[in-house]
């Protein structure tokens, strides 16, 4: 949504310029301007590209990072619920916050802007589900 937001406001921009001579006097430079809009989005991008949630075996493991990198591991044991936020404008973008609650000392576990936040909570759910299931039957 925000890159075709930035590209909106660009189109307009280079509209105008093109079409009033008073905005060509100055430099095509401010037709820049909008352009470093594009930052914001882009922020976001790298941000949910170097997010990465996995599931193996007895732990929930959650990486997030590029140059300086954050690892929490959970043991799905541990698990005791899992909760999800969503604010109107998440609701909107079909994302949403989930809350991994553990019996852990360092708290909850927050995992934010996530995509299909129900489907994650469910698989999350369900594989802590089978491993108790499993210890359960040895």
């Known amino acids: 949504a925000g890159y075709w937001a930035v590209l909106a406001v660009v189109f307009l ?3 105008a310029y093109n079409n009033n001579a008073s905005l060509r006097r100055y430099s095509a ?4 301007l909008p352009a470093l809009l594009l930052v914001l989005p882009l922020k976001s991008q790298l941000r949910r590209n170097s997010t990465r949630l ?5 732990q929930l493991r959650f990486e997030t990072g590029v140059l300086r990198k954050s ?23 079909r994302v949403g916050n989930v809350t991994v609650e553990t019996a852990n000392e360092d708290g909850d576990l ?10 994650a ?18």
């Open 29 to 32: 430079w401010i037709l820049a």
């Open 54 to 58: 996995t599931i193996a075996e007895d």
């Open 71 to 93: 690892v929490r591991i959970v043991r799905l044991a541990m698990l005791q619920d899992v909760r999800i936020d969503q604010t109107l404008r998440q609701r909107l973008l």
């Open 13 to 15: 921009c280079v509209l």
């Open 121 to 138: 909570a469910e698989l999350i759910l369900g594989a802590a589900f089978k491993k108790s299931k499993s210890k359960g039957e040895r």
């Open 110 to 119: 927050t995992i934010t802007n996530v995509d299909r936040p129900e489907a």
